[in-house]
T-cell receptor, first 112, second 116 residues
């Protein structure tokens, strides 16, 4: 069965630090990949998505993610975080039908 | 577009009462999803519909939970009878399945349910 793993449950960084959140999935076929963000008290919003083409995907607010097929990974990066990036981040994969599988989420806390 | 609309935004009820959560997907979307989010279990998919038909309800925790989608613009999630452990935020999401740009899910604001 397909699954999504986010190994970091809680990441704490200082402002201006670089960010990388890990995401690995298990599925051998064609996948669509997503990163969603949930700000405190709000609903999930799409940060970026990968369907095909350039494996380096740029999203909103300076985020990017790289699809590495050989590693089954889709890590999220940002070169310099801000306090407003404090949120929970969810990686998700769609491989069949309409169902998307979400990871367990990574809580990001930024120290001002 | 108003996005996915959920009501109520907050619900506080007593154990044993029936709870009905409502969702209006984005117009034109043909897939609808109900999720539950708790601190303990994170985001769980409860059920999803394609063209108003339930496709996968394996995430529905118990028979106390039921969901319907009588038409393309409305869905309900009902809990009867409710229990304190049902307290969570319930999200509805919709998407347009098929074709380029498909499968990005748009989430509603959620319903925060508290069962006393």
């Amino acid at each position: 069965a397909q699954s999504v793993s986010q190994h970091n449950h809680h990441v704490i960084l200082s402002e201006a630090a670089s960010l990388e959140l890990g995401c690995n999935y298990s599925y051998g076929g064609t996948v669509n990949l997503f990163w969603y963000v949930q700000y405190p008290g709000q609903h999930l919003q799409l940060l970026l998505k990968y369907f095909s083409g350039d494996p380096l995907v740029k999203g909103i607010k300076g985020f990017e993610a790289e699809f590495i097929k050989s590693k089954f990974s889709f890590n999220l990066r940002k070169p310099s975080v801000q306090w407003s990036d404090t949120a929970e981040y969810f990686c998700a994969v769609k491989s069949s039908a309409s169902k998307i599988i979400f990871g367990s989420g990574t809580r990001l806390s930024i120290r001002p | 577009d108003a996005g996915v609309i959920q009501s109520p935004r907050h619900e506080v009820t007593e154990m044993g009462q029936e709870v009905t959560l409502r969702c209006k997907p984005i117009s034109g979307h043909n897939s609808l999803f109900w999720y539950r989010q708790t601190m303990m279990r994170g985001l769980e998919l409860l059920i999803y519909f394609n063209n108003n038909v339930p496709i996968d309800d394996s995430g529905m925790p118990e028979d106390r939970f039921s969901a319907k989608m009588p038409n393309a613009s409305f869905s309900t999630l009902k809990i009867q009878p409710s229990e304190p452990r049902d307290s969570a935020v319930y999200f509805c999401a919709s998407t347009l399945s098929g074709g380029q740009g498909a499968y990005e899910q748009f989430f509603g604001p959620g319903t925060r349910l508290t069962v006393l």
